[in-house]
């Protein structure tokens, strides 16, 4: 597609349940990234992934989140167990390989809210 | 450690005056900075980046802003605001050849009035 697709767009769900969210990256874009956005808040990092290394996963809040990534495409995000401090919105990016200079490209988010 | 600051909640400008959204930074090395605006119920959009060179960076819808290493700052200017400027603002940094996720800003809501 043209630009980095996130779904669902929104998701409710009740304190205790799994969630996963996916993440569909530009085409030819080998990084992806997950970042969590709370309301009013900047953005934090959660996860990189850079082709076939090892994921950076210095960013996830606790072993209830999880990611995986197929190859250079579609990557999931796993939440387990969900808490009503995980509601927030969960922004994918990805980016063309190469140097740090490359900018990031964000999905439009997939809103998740706990009850 | 790397951070980014920006020191206003909110700015609010009459359309057709100059605007500035404030950005300062810490990182030991150099910089690659960014910034990007996000419109309500939407992702965040590139605007313009610093890596090297010239520090005075032009970017899209005629943003740019100015790289000053000596004030840590990287603040993004328009001379005429237009009411569709009006979004949260984010500036963010990557340390070069270092980690590769960005570090943002807490960001800027900038209102536009007609």
């Known amino acids: 597609g043209a630009g980095v697709s996130q779904s669902p767009s929104n998701k409710v769900t009740e304190k205790g349940k799994d969630v996963e969210l996916r993440c569909d990256p530009i085409?030819?874009?080998?990084?992806l990234y997950w970042y969590r956005q709370r309301l009013g808040q900047g953005l934090e990092f959660l996860i990189y992934f850079q082709g076939n290394s090892a994921p950076d996963k210095s960013g996830l809040p606790s072993d209830r989140f999880s990611a995986e990534r197929t190859g250079e495409s579609v990557s999931t995000l796993t939440i387990q167990r969900t808490q009503q401090e995980d509601s927030a919105v969960y922004l994918c990016?990805?980016?063309?390989?190469?140097?740090?200079?490359?900018?990031?490209?964000f999905g439009d988010g997939t809103r998740l809210s706990i009850l | 450690a790397q951070s980014v600051a920006q020191p206003e909640d909110q700015v609010n400008v009459a359309e057709g005056n100059p605007l500035t959204v404030k950005c300062t930074y810490s990182?030991?090395?150099?910089?690659?900075l960014f910034w990007y605006v996000q419109y309500p119920n939407r992702g965040l959009q590139f605007l313009l980046k610093y890596i090297t060179g010239d520090n005075l960076v032009k970017g899209s819808y005629g943003f740019e802003a100015e790289f000053n290493k000596s004030q840590t700052s990287f603040h993004l200017k328009k001379p005429s605001a237009l009411v569709s400027d009006s979004g949260l603002y984010f500036c963010?940094?990557?340390?070069?050849?270092?980690?590769?996720?960005?570090?943002f800003g807490a960001g800027t809501r900038l209102a536009v009035h007609p």
């Open positions: 963010a940094l990557r340390r070069e050849g270092g980690y590769n996720k960005l570090i």
């Open positions: 990182v030991s090395g150099n910089p690659y």
């Open positions: 990016a990805s980016s063309k390989p190469g140097t740090a200079n490359q900018p990031q490209h």
């Open positions: 085409s030819g874009h080998t990084a």
